[in-house]
């Protein structure tokens, strides 16, 4: 499946095609697989391009849950070599959407501090698991209303 899309198969397409010229396949033995996937599929810069996606917007929740973004925003504080509370905290608090993000920077008690980035996490996995669970009552609701047989009034 990978190989069907994107620079994968952009990729295979272009050894075949070198087959077919030369009439020999450029991939001859494992280390020289190694050598052409490090080339193409590894990043040269890990570090720096972390940094730079913590920098644009690509980074944020959009429509994820908070886990899938979490787990994106620690691996990329991780490899920007990011370890400063605060800034854990200022980047985490930045990409979350709006709506949650509100709401734990407007909580009356139990605040999480702006330099305690777990309590931050833990405060926005608590409040996502709480919408999804409206949204699910929700639906519930609404499709078993519905479902209910409608009254004649005489």
């Known amino acids: 499946m990978f190989f069907k899309g994107s620079r994968a198969a952009k990729w295979s397409k272009n050894m075949f095609c070198q087959k077919a010229d030369t009439g020999v396949f450029p991939i001859q033995t494992w280390g020289d697989f190694e050598q052409q996937f490090q080339v193409y599929f590894f990043l040269v810069n890990v570090e720096a391009d972390a940094i730079n996606a913590l920098e644009e917007a690509s980074y944020h929740q959009g429509g994820r849950i908070v886990n899938d973004y979490l787990d994106n925003f620690q691996a990329l504080v991780s490899d920007a070599d990011y370890m400063d509370p605060q800034t854990l905290v200022v980047k985490f608090q930045q990409g979350l ?23 931050w996490y833990r405060a926005a996995w608590r409040i996502d698991q709480a919408c999804l669970a409206n949204e699910a009552f929700q639906s519930v609701s609404r499709s078993a209303s519905s479902a209910l047989p409608k009254t004649v009034s005489a």
């Open 97 to 119: 959407r709006l709506g949650i993000q509100n709401q734990i920077a407007t909580m009356l008690y139990r605040q999480p501090a702006d330099t305690d980035p777990n309590a």
